[in-house]
């Protein structure tokens, strides 16, 4: 059963420190997303990767945000220093190029910044 | 700024009618159109995918494109309780940088009565 997985699933941590979310993608995608959402904005692309070639990464902070992709089954996340405006849930979706070009997302890090 | 709307609802429908979900984009560039469904507290689940003009149905599910009018929605006959979730519609282009990238709406909350 090919999925996408994320870790953590829950993380709480405090202001000013640093959070990792690592996900892997479905064996044999090529493409990685990371999204975040909130209530008030709703899904928001962050980072965008082909072939682990970051892509655009537009949508994220860059003075906190970072995001990589070491080698084609990991990508990670990371936030230093976090922020309680951080607090959100993070998805990465992982997707096949090519038509269709569909994505499929993994189940979340619900991260809390107190 | 590319957008994709949809009406926030709820939008209320009583078991075994048809929902009638809608979304408008502005990008008129764009060429695939897909429904996700999240269920509270869990992440998007791809339910449709269209990409030309015309109607796609998959069981009680059927999706329609009409590109001239920026316009997608999605049926779903028979409703079930079980349907009750919120709607995210996604638009991509399949040209340039940006292949693959979604823009989501803010979904639609579709509730199901019993």
């Known amino acids: 059963d090919a999925r996408v997985t994320q870790t953590p699933r829950h993380k709480v941590t405090e202001m000013g420190q640093e959070v990792t979310m690592r996900c892997q993608p479905i064996l044999g995608h090529n493409t990685v997303f990371w999204y975040r959402q909130t209530m008030m904005q709703g899904l928001e692309l962050l980072a965008y990767?082909?072939?682990?070639?970051?892509?655009?990464d537009s949508g994220m902070p860059k003075d906190r945000f970072s995001a990589e992709m070491p080698d084609a089954t990991l990508a990670t996340l990371k936030i230093q220093p976090s922020e309680p405006r951080d607090s959100a849930v993070y998805f990465c979706a992982s997707g096949l190029e090519g038509t269709p070009y569909e994505q499929y997302f993994g189940p979340g890090t619900r991260l809390t910044v107190t | 700024q590319k957008e994709v709307e949809q009406n926030s609802g709820p939008l209320s429908v009583p078991e075994g009618a048809i929902a009638s979900l809608n979304c408008t984009y502005s990008d008129r560039g764009s060429q695939s159109f897909f429904w996700y469904r999240q269920y509270s507290g869990k992440s998007p689940e791809l339910i449709m995918s269209i990409y030309s003009n015309g109607d796609k149905e998959d069981g009680r599910f059927t999706a329609q494109l009409n590109k001239a009018s920026q316009y997608v929605s999605l049926l779903i006959r028979d409703s079930q309780p079980s349907d009750s979730a919120t709607y995210l519609c996604a638009v991509s282009t399949n040209y340039g940088g940006s292949q693959g990238n979604l823009i989501f709406g803010k979904g639609t909350k579709l509730s199901v009565k019993p």
């Open positions: 990767f082909r072939n682990r070639a970051p892509l655009d």
